[in-house]
Nanobody, 121 residues
Framework: QVQLVESGGGLVQAGESLTISCTAP????????MDWHRQGPAKQREWLAS???????RYGDSVKGRFTITRDSAKNTAYLQMNGLKPEDTALYYC???????????????WGQGTQVTVTS
């Protein structure tokens, strides 16, 4: 079992930037996809961005051009740099990772607990 740990959330004003991170601790053999999602108040969960182990990135339409996903594979960490934040970006931000742990031949999907981002106008 892998418990992803997000950090870096907080309270910012509209127009500001924030970078959040997500780390997979433990005995990790390989991480393929790393994704970010969010769920705002009274909203459905929304997929935001993904990055593969080969460096291919994709973005949802609502964040394309404003958010950037990166990864540090040596640290088993994903980052989401968020620029030009808007009040509608207020949400709990989650990461997911497709992880293969040492001794396991299967890649499994894991979720973090989330980090809160609040944007004031």
């Amino acid at each position: 079992q892998v418990q992803l740990v997000e950090s870096g959330g907080g309270l910012v004003q509209a127009g500001e930037s924030l970078t959040i991170s997500c780390t997979a601790p433990g005995n990790i053999a390989r991480i393929n996809a790393m994704d970010w999602h969010r769920q705002g108040p009274a909203k459905q969960r929304e997929w935001l961005a993904s990055t593969t182990s080969s460096g291919i990135t994709r973005y949802g339409d609502s964040v394309k051009g404003r958010f950037t996903i990166t990864r540090d594979s040596a640290k088993n960490t994903a980052y989401l740099q968020m620029n030009g934040l808007k009040p509608e970006d207020t949400a709990l931000y989650y990461c997911t990772m497709k992880v293969q742990t040492i001794g396991d031949n299967t890649q499994r999907n894991y979720w973090g607990q989330g980090t809160q981002v609040t944007v004031t106008s």
